[in-house]
């Protein structure tokens, strides 16, 4: 079950917008089926705070066990947080990838961007369901 | 045959000439181009880190004072002092028909490949299927073998790593061809009776092309074997070799 709260890139990271003191602010990790492909996580490289990026830039890596894998800005922005949980604990990437293992928030420069990624039935259908 | 398979052969190189052009190839490639073997060595040998591993676990100053490279690899995993071995690199597309959707297809179709050239020389290895997360944090990528490693009878023999990027992959590997590459743990920045054990962990725990032929390899002999490396990949990928320079 693909949760709908959120959209999705074709790259298995999703992006979850609250709006925080009137700005859109994204929330981005990656998937359960990327976090399951990937296998046990050993080190998460974040973006650092303040850093701007264009969409799918690459703005850090995941490595587990087997391979490193590179992570793409779902939507330009700039990034206001990163998660000292996951890099602490990288394991949070497999056990909760879509909640406590997020990876960092940005503030959404161009919001329309969020149109060009899937939604939950279209992510679903991407992974085959 | 389905395609065709672009093999370079490379000879010896520096560290840092290998590693870049390695991630350059990556970074060439495009879904759907056709898949790139290289094949080469290393001179001077050479010290590989990990993409994110951490330089203080060894002792930066002894290792280029001996005259070898010290560089970074772009995949993940831990140490290797490449000394003598035949070193493989694959460039190519997943999710895709020929290396299958996932990163573990991937390993699958290239093992399958490795696993062929070494029957071929009479070798009779097989695939590793775990690794705990707490080896994978040990400094020295040999001393264990992990899921997808290339073993003879639980000796590893052939240690790879990925890189991925958006629908390409990397995926480079170490053949062992002699013990060399044990000298590695002279350069951990542990005391002696630390250092001495992790050197016996690596001695049991691996094994290389001269200790299982029972023959001294020649760089000739390394050449003679890329060559039949290069046959074993196009007859398992089902791919037409063409070698080129890029």
């Keep these: 079950m693909v949760p709908d709260d959120r959209m999705y890139t074709e790259d298995h990271e999703w992006v979850r917008v609250e709006e925080e003191d009137g700005e859109q602010i994204g929330m981005v990790g990656v998937t359960d089926f990327a976090a399951g492909e990937l296998g046990d996580v050993v080190f998460v490289e974040l973006p650092e705070i303040g850093s701007e990026y264009s969409q799918k830039d690459p703005v850090g890596t995941i490595e587990s066990v087997k391979a490193v894998a590179d992570l793409f800005l779902p939507v330009s922005g700039e990034v206001v947080a990163i998660n000292d949980a996951v890099v602490e604990s990288p394991e949070l990437v497999n056990s909760d990838p879509l909640d406590e293992g997020w990876l960092f928030k940005i503030r959404l420069a161009e919001p329309g961007e969020l149109e060009t990624l899937l939604d939950a039935a279209a992510y679903g259908k991407l992974l085959g369901g | ?246």
């Design chain 2, 1 to 246: 045959m389905s395609g065709r398979l672009r093999i370079l052969r490379d000879g010896s190189g520096a560290g840092d000439w290998n590693m870049e052009r390695d991630t350059a190839l990556l970074h060439a490639h495009q879904p759907g181009d056709d898949p790139i073997l290289r094949i080469y060595q290393w001179n001077p040998p050479c010290l590989t880190l990990g993409y994110n591993q951490r330089e203080e676990a060894f002792a930066a100053a002894d290792v280029t004072a001996a005259g070898y490279d010290l560089v970074r690899r772009p995949t993940g995993g831990r140490a290797i002092l490449h000394a003598h071995e035949l070193t493989y690199a694959v460039i190519g597309t997943s999710p895709g028909p020929l290396f299958g959707s996932s990163l573990h297809d991937a390993y699958m179709t290239i093992n399958r490949a490795l696993l062929r050239f070494l029957s071929g020389l009479g070798i009779d290895a097989d695939v590793s299927s775990g690794e705990s997360r707490e080896a994978a944090r040990s400094p020295v990528c040999f001393r264990s073998a992990g899921r997808h490693e290339i073993r003879v009878r639980g000796r590893k023999l052939v240690g790879s790593a990925q890189r991925r990027l958006r629908g390409v992959f990397l995926q480079h590997g170490s053949i062992l061809a002699g013990p060399e590459h044990r000298r590695l743990v002279d350069y951990l920045d542990l005391d002696p009776t630390a250092r001495a054990q992790q050197g016996e962990e690596l001695q049991a725990g691996t094994t290389d092309l001269q200790e299982q032929l029972g023959r001294t390899l020649e760089p000739a002999d390394l050449e003679r074997l890329g060559d039949e490396l290069a046959q074993a990949f196009a007859a398992a990928l089902d791919l037409e070799p063409t070698s080129e320079t890029i």
